[in-house]
């Protein structure tokens, strides 16, 4: 399995850049081991007013049971959010906190 190699915060700035892609291969290395991890406790977003905000929220890994929803972290630029996600991710990967 591909492991994220946290010297490599080139990759962060290149998603930070352009979250919605396209992303070069070794980004997408990166994104599919992020995106592939397991459901309890994975950090998504969830769009509380239909394309003007996003709210931070952690799956149960359970059918029938609620997202748990981080009201205090909300986003009205889908890009920043997804720009959250991906460090939240990076760090849990990685051991490393990006910046910015």
Request: glycine share 8%; with cysteine; charged share 30%.
């Amino acid at each position: 399995m591909y492991k994220i190699d946290p010297a490599k915060t080139e990759l962060a700035e290149e998603f930070k850049a352009n979250p919605f892609g396209p992303h070069s291969a070794e980004l997408q290395k990166v994104l599919n081991v992020m995106r592939w991890e397991p459901m309890e406790g994975k950090h998504v977003l969830v769009n509380t007013v239909p394309h003007k905000e996003w709210c931070l929220a952690q799956l149960p890994g359970k059918r029938g049971v609620p997202v748990t929803l981080h009201e205090d972290v909300k986003f009205t630029d889908l890009g920043e959010a997804e720009w959250h996600i991906f460090k939240i991710r990076w760090k849990k990967h990685t051991g490393v906190e990006l910046e910015g």
